[in-house]
């Protein structure tokens, strides 16, 4: 497809069970990101990758949750032992550059995740 | 730390008048700041952008503002347009790097 696609749509877990996230951006794009997104908030930043590096995870809220992106294309975002506060959209999102002023970040359509 | 404020969670707007959306921001190191818009069930789209460098930018109907002194934009929609109800969401970015801090957002709507 043209955009950055994300499955699944829609992710129902129960407190404590494992959750993968999968993203795949944009043929070609170098930079990938991982955003969370509250209800009613703005998306928060969680993880940068550059091809297959991952250069910033600062924004990962526990070591529950964990990205790869091992071809420096497809990227899983997983998250351990979720958590009722772990409800949210996440949204990936890719781009052909690496810098912000010259290429735009495209967004997929995020993966809606609620835990009971 | 809330670091891109915008403090008006939504607004109404009529048909062709202006729509003027505000944002705050608080760390000196932003440098580029971008407006992105988005629709239910969707991912935000880009909109527009602007550097630092610059106090204005314009595309077409819209236009951001940059006062760096006060540390705030302002992106101004005219005229609007019923396909222009979304959420907008401010963005920043600080050297140059691709990591984008977004406001809350403001949801628009305009009233045919």
């Known amino acids: 497809g043209a955009g950055v696609s994300q499955s699944p749509r829609y992710k129902v877990a129960k407190r404590g069970q494992d959750v993968a996230l999968r993203c795949d951006p944009i043929s070609g794009h170098v930079s990938l990101f991982w955003y969370q997104q509250a209800l009613g908030q703005g998306p928060e930043f969680l993880t940068y990758f550059q091809n297959e590096a991952q250069l910033d995870k600062s924004g990962l809220p526990s070591d529950r949750f964990f990205a790869e992106r091992p071809e420096g294309s497809v990227s899983t975002l997983k998250i351990q032992r979720t958590q009722q506060e772990d409800s949210a959209v996440y949204l990936c999102a890719s781009s052909l550059a690496t810098r912000t002023n010259t290429g735009e970040l495209f967004f997929g359509e995020g993966s809606r995740l609620t835990v009971l | 730390d809330q670091q891109v404020k915008q403090n008006s969670p939504s607004l109404s707007v009529q048909e062709g008048r202006i729509s003027i959306l505000n944002c705050d921001y608080t760390?000196?190191?932003?440098?580029?700041f971008l407006w992105y818009k988005k629709y239910p069930a969707e991912g935000p789209t880009f909109l527009i952008s602007i550097s630092s460098i610059k106090d204005k930018n314009e595309d077409g109907r819209f236009t951001v503002f940059l006062n760096k002194s006060a540390k705030h934009l302002s992106l101004h929609i005219v005229p609007s347009q019923p396909g222009d109800s979304a959420v907008y969401f401010c963005?920043?970015?600080?050297?140059?790097?691709?990591?984008?801090?977004f406001g809350t957002g403001t949801k628009l709507q305009v009233i045919p």
């Open positions: 760390n000196s190191m932003f440098d580029y």
């Open positions: 963005a920043a970015s600080a050297g140059g790097y691709q990591k984008v801090t």
